[in-house]
């Protein structure tokens, strides 16, 4: 919902719209920051086939900033789809506080936040 939306809402509207959105809100717990991505790697062996540029893999990683730094995290088969489940939890969770965050600062426009 856009901003513009939230204007045309009553203020029992808006706070009823609130209210489901903070009860719906993902597990917090299940929160995980990064992306999901593919990569192939070189083995390191002078006669390998990945030194003539064809490379093993793909592999899975989390990309994932921690401290400023980037790093790659990798993945074992068994944890990509449970890694993408919280990926998407998290995506949800935080359109969800952008959304509520939006009818606070419709209200507060009105001076109506309580």
């Known amino acids: ?3 513009g939306d939230l204007n045309g ?5 808006l706070r009823a719209r609130r209210r489901r ?3 719906a809100l993902p597990d917090a717990e299940a929160m995980l920051a990064g992306a999901l991505l593919r ?3 070189r083995c390191g062996r002078a ?3 990945c030194a003539r ?3 093993h893999g793909p592999y899975p990683y ?12 990798y993945l074992p088969a068994a944890l990509v789809e449970p890694v993408r489940r919280r990926l998407e939890s998290t995506a949800r969770l935080e359109a969800t506080l952008a959304e509520i965050a939006g ?9 109506l936040l309580d």
Do not use: Y
């Not at 009818?103 to 001076?111: G, H, M, Q, T, Y």
């Open 62 to 73: 989390l990309a994932v900033r921690s401290g400023g730094r980037s790093r790659l995290l």
């Open 9 to 13: 809402l009553s203020l029992r509207e």
């Open 103 to 111: 009818i606070n600062l419709e209200l507060l426009a009105r001076r």
């Open 21 to 23: 959105l903070a009860a």
């Open 53 to 55: 540029g064809e490379l």
């Open 1 to 3: 919902m856009t901003d």
């Open 39 to 41: 990569q192939g790697r």
């Open 47 to 49: 006669g390998c086939r």
